[in-house]
């Protein structure tokens, strides 16, 4: 389901260039790279372990939590900067990761660490 969220998340982007009549252009983000390998080591790690899953959550919501703080960031520079157009596509892109990251923390608690279920963290 996020895939097709960040599919639309794509589109708002390209939206935001063609609002500051930039060229819209990929580069690799070396951050989210060693996030990716962080998990790759998780798996290598607890392949065979229950706690895989937890791992994997865990890996996911390092992913979410930086593009929430990238997206609330570029939120406030449109605002800062006038692009009131633009404030309500980061807006939309924030709230969809917000909200993925909310149900990767309610799938941790009450799946991976079944525990954590009867233990819910405030
Ligand atoms: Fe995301």
Same mark, same amino acid.
């Given at each position: 389901?996020?895939? &097709? *969220? =960040? *599919?639309? /998340?794509?589109? +708002?982007?390209? $939206?935001?260039?063609?609002?500051? !009549?930039?060229?819209? +252009?990929?580069? =690799?983000?070396?951050?989210? $790279?060693?996030?990716? !390998?962080?998990?790759?080591?998780?798996?290598?790690?607890?392949? &065979? %372990?229950?706690?895989?899953?937890?791992?994997?959550?865990? %890996?996911?919501?390092?992913? @979410?939590?930086?593009?929430?703080? +990238?997206?609330? =960031?570029?939120? %406030?520079?449109?605002? /800062?900067?006038?692009? =009131?157009?633009?404030?309500?596509?980061? &807006?939309?892109?924030? /709230? *969809? @990761?917000?909200? #993925?990251? /909310?149900?990767? #923390?309610?799938?941790? @608690?009450? %799946?991976?660490?079944?525990?954590?279920?009867?233990?819910?963290?405030?």
């Amino acid at each position: 389901m996020h895939k &097709d *969220e =960040t *599919e639309g /998340q794509i589109e +708002r982007l390209q $939206q935001f260039f063609e609002i500051i !009549s930039k060229p819209a +252009r990929g580069k =690799t983000c070396e951050a989210i $790279q060693g996030i990716i !390998s962080e998990g790759e080591e998780i798996i290598e790690e607890f392949k &065979d %372990s229950v706690a895989l899953d937890a791992g994997l959550i865990s %890996s996911a919501q390092a992913v @979410e939590h930086y593009e929430i703080s +990238r997206y609330g =960031t570029l939120k %406030s520079w449109a605002a /800062q900067l006038g692009y =009131t157009d633009a404030v309500a596509l980061f &807006d939309a892109n924030l /709230q *969809e @990761e917000l909200a #993925t990251d /909310q149900k990767l #923390t309610d799938l941790g @608690e009450m %799946s991976a660490n079944p525990k954590g279920a009867k233990k819910k963290v405030a």
